[in-house]
């Protein structure tokens, strides 16, 4: 053990880990592992601490006595025979279990310790040093943000003592940076910047700096811009940041039709909202979050964002981020809103690829495990609980994998007689940052995530969130905000300060002094704290005369707050390092000057015929297999059971319900009073798939799904919002740009259609562009992607509906009809053919069954509502039977049907057809008449009642195609994605 002076070293352990071991055996195909062990491990700098000071926080801090010895400065593992792996942070990255100890150790001996660095050592039985290197490198750590180190366990005495402490030797400095060059130069600029501006738009910085050449003279700042003014302009002018394709000028070619599009966000998106302009919005499209009335005296905000680039080269750091940095949305909304759910939707590649990993990717089974636990931290260690979400797999998220992470949030609707979801930063405002320090983890991250993955991605785009720290710094400023403390709140997420001051400054000025910032540690250049993107860090606009009394709050909650800048009537964003003036820029430039992009879009509507496959024999089979494909099995075992559902005690309908809370609910419901019934319902919608056909009827039927989730749990569907987040490829060329700008025209047309039949407006939205991975000749873009989020209002959650039957001879009926719509639908995948009749909205007469089954269900009529999405009717129907418990007799001659020249549908077309707007219920007996009566103008079928313990099917010529018990179904259900339990 190397002596290093005032730093220990406590071990602590020796566990087995079963779960490791199998994964090196199950997913290297390395049998040579015995067993597996694991020593946690704690260098603790500074705070001179004594042997018995140690032995204490070894005893009583560290280990858990009865179960884990310690050893303080010599290693606790002994002579075997195998390797010893220790995988730890790299230098700068967050340490979130080292940042932990340092308080702990203060909580228990009162001292303060410099720092204390965690990392792990695995102990390898039967493994050669030279496979434990490739344990290391393709399973347990990442070479981007972790070190290792390997000895061999035969000989082994303990490692050298490494800090990983950041040491950056540069003076910071600010650089001019010319830009009276040729256009190549330019472009060269800004590639090796990663700026991410195009060449328009760097001679449009050109052409502006050479206009006011004087005015910059006379301020003492060069002609030229400095380093620090034109990392902001990319900031502010990348497409995660300003969306310029959505406000691009599309010249859209369909069939023989041309029209100009002058920005899809105005044209398609806003508009529709302006057309419906519901009484119960409150704030739409300005803030960090939408914002809807939920009763008189209070709001409810949500926002989704995505995370996809960064989960690309970290998986869990990319994920925790992504729930932590999500969550400061709806906190920075208004004067900031107290958290209640978080959802989560990923899209991966099979967990079970068998294809070469093309460089810098991971192998999805590692994303899906990586981002898990990302969001079990994120989640679980913030107290709000994941209540909705889904997996759809699909290999082309191979490249990027798609990571949406949303968060919802309540707060009075006025704090004495001031709205919440108001703000303004006054001139004169102190700027204050609240929250975690500056570091180099983050730079770079707007302007990478409007970039493709390739070989020169910059590993500072990932950061790792402290979810632990953020709780404790959004409690404080929600004390701050009923303490009317501030004027103004917002998040520092991409971009960093430069977002965030740069947005609450934008209609009067701001001074930011960039050498106030408080740094994770010295040497970073001014540019670098303007737009580190280091997590837990909120932007707060304070009154002069409440600036003690926040500062004094800040500190009873043991929060950072440091003052770093003032409001001011400039109209510049007025930069300073170390008193002296190294960016000014007008507010009118920074947030208007971006050239409007011009693009070209053409969508040739695809042509050929439905294929001719033999029907099958065993539909017992099929619907097994139906049920055990990837986008339809259960993830309860595997993924779901390991976020917390019920934390803060609000879940009413959660994530599983059914006799076993096993079943797939539709939508999460919740009660975030406790002195109200009042509900608040979350859903979505996401297909996919449809994209290879049609991307209008792929948008479509994502707004239909996440509106008739919601409906099925008893949502009103005349109080709903919805959020749209759109991720993108655009492809290597511009062919592959001008096809992929005609699919996303199509998506939005759908999305204005469907969202205005609805009545049903979008408050908030996102979109992730260029998801294309791009490395040699390896090129993998993903399929064009809607997630459709919607949020609704139940009157009263004792009245709202799960999925599961609920008891013997309950009616079975299917609302809506059922057509020839299998192209891109799971039926089609599974036979391994393709077809081409998607599936369509109609939304005249969705909307009016929607209406229907929610006044059914305030009228209690109504037992089980469950909606027919991926696998059709012949899924629903299972998954209702079994979450219930109870079989069901069903006659398929009883489903109303799309009859095609007086013949009847096939079987499988009619079990497994994917055709939108249809609920799946069951009824009471005695309602019948009832319900009949109220739906008697719509198209509807009694297909057959509960009973039993299988699930019996029969065709129209009486003959049971299906019997089959219930729980062999639900064990095909479950069976998929037990392997990545079994192998950890």
Known sequence: MGDVKNVHRIEVGISTSRNVRNDIIHDLNISDVSKVEVINVYTIEGGNLTREELNFLGKEVFSDPIVENFEIDQQLATVFPGSILEVGFKPGVTDNVGMTAVEAIKDAIGKDVKAVYSSKQYLLHGVEPKTAEIIAKDLIANQLIERWYIADGNSFSGFEIELPKVILDAEPVVNEINLNVSDAELEQISKEMVLALNLEEMKAIQQYFISVKDERLKHGMPINPTDVELECLAQTWSEHCCHKIFNAKIDYHEGDKQETIDSLFKTYIKKSTDIINSDYLVSVFKDNAGVIKFNEDYTFAMKVETHNSPTALDPYGGAITGIVGCNRDPAGTGKGFKLTFNTDVFCFASPFFKGEIPPRLFHPKRVLKG????????????????????????????????????????????????????????????????????????????????????????????????????????????????????????????????????????????????????????????????????????????????????????????????????????????????????????????????????????????????????????????????????????????????????????????????????????????????????????????????????????????????????????????????????????????????????????????????????????????????????????????????????????????????????????????????????????????????????????????????????????????????????????????????????????????????????????????????????????????????????FKNTIYGCIGKVIGQNLKIKDNTEEDIIDTPIENLKEAWKATLLPLVEGG
């Open 371 to 934: 981002v898990h636990k990302g969001v079990i931290d994120g989640g679980n260690e913030s107290g709000i609980p994941t209540v909705n979400g889904s997996l759809y797999f699909e290999d082309r998220y191979l490249g990027k994998p798609l990571v949406f992470v949303g968060t919802g949030g309540i707060a009075p609707a006025s704090i004495n007689n001031k709205p919440t979801h108001e703000k303004e930063a006054l001139p004169g405002d102190y700027v204050v940052m609240v929250g975690g320090k500056i570091g180099a983890d983050g730079i770079h991250g707007a302007t990478f995530s409007s970039l493709e993955i390739n070989e020169h991605s910059p590993a500072t785009a990932v950061q790792i969130g402290a979810p632990i720290v953020q709780k404790k710094m959004l409690d404080f400023l929600l004390e701050a905000r009923n303490q009317e403390l501030f004027n103004a709140i917002t998040d520092n997420g991409a971009g960093g300060l430069s977002s965030s001051i740069g947005e609450m400054g934008e209609e009067i000025g701001v001074r930011l002094d960039l050498d106030k910032a408080p740094l994770k540690y010295p040497g970073l250049m001014p540019w670098e704290i303007l737009v580190s993107e280091a997590q837990e860090r909120m932007s707060i606009a304070v009154p002069k005369d409440k600036i003690d009394a926040f500062m004094e709050l800040s500190e009873s909650f043991s929060v950072e707050s440091t003052i770093v800048g003032s409001f001011n009537e400039s109209k510049h964003f007025q930069l300073y390092y170390n008193n002296k003036l190294v960016g000014n820029l007008p507010m009118s430039f920074l947030h208007d000057g971006v050239p409007q992009k011009k693009m070209k879009g053409i969508w040739n509507k695809p042509t050929g015929t439905d294929p001719e496959f033999k029907e099958p024999s065993d539909y017992n089979v099929i619907l097994k297999k139906m049920l055990g494909r990837l986008n339809i099995c259960s993830k309860e075992d595997s993924i779901l059971r390991k976020y917390d559902h019920e934390v803060q005690g609000t879940s009413i309908v959660k994530p599983f319900t059914g006799l076993f809370n096993d079943g797939p609910s539709d939508a999460a419901v919740q009660k975030p009073l406790f002195d109200s019934w009042e509900g608040i319902g979350v859903s979505h919608g996401l297909c996919p798939r449809y994209s290879d056909i049609d991307t209008y009827a792929m948008a479509a039927n994502a707004i239909d799904e996440g509106v008739r989730n919601l409906v099925c749990v008893g949502t009103n569907p005349d109080y709903l919002a919805g959020l749209d987040n759109f991720c993108w490829a655009m492809g290597y060329d511009e062919n592959d740009e001008i096809k992929y700008t005609g699919d996303l025209v199509r998506a939005n047309k759908a999305l204005f259609d469907v969202t205005t039949a609805y009545n049903l407006p979008c408050v908030s939205g996102k979109d992730s562009m260029r998801n294309d991975y791009r490395i040699g000749d390896t090129k993998v873009s993903v399929p064009p992607t809607l997630l459709y989020t919607v949020i609704g209002k139940l009157p009263d959650v004792r009245k709202a509906v799960t999925m599961d039957v609920k008891q013997e001879n309950d009616l079975v009926y299917i609302l809506g009809q059922t057509k020839k719509e299998l192209g891109a639908t799971e039926y089609l995948d599974e036979m391994k053919v393709n077809g081409f009749s998607v599936p369509e909205v109609h939304t005249k007469s969705a909307i009016e069954r929607y209406r229907l089954v929610y006044k059914a269900i305030q009228e209690e009529m109504i037992q089980s509502a469950h909606d027919c999405s991926d696998g059709g009717l012949g899924v629903a129907l299972a998954e209702s039977a079994f979450a219930g418990g109870f079989g069901m007799e069903i006659d398929l001659a009883k489903v109303p049907i799309q009859e095609n020249n007086h013949e009847r549908m096939r079987n499988d077309y009619i079990l497994f057809s994917e055709s939108a707007s249809r609920i799946l219920v069951t009824i009471k007996p005695e309602n019948q008449t009832k319900f009949e009566d109220l």
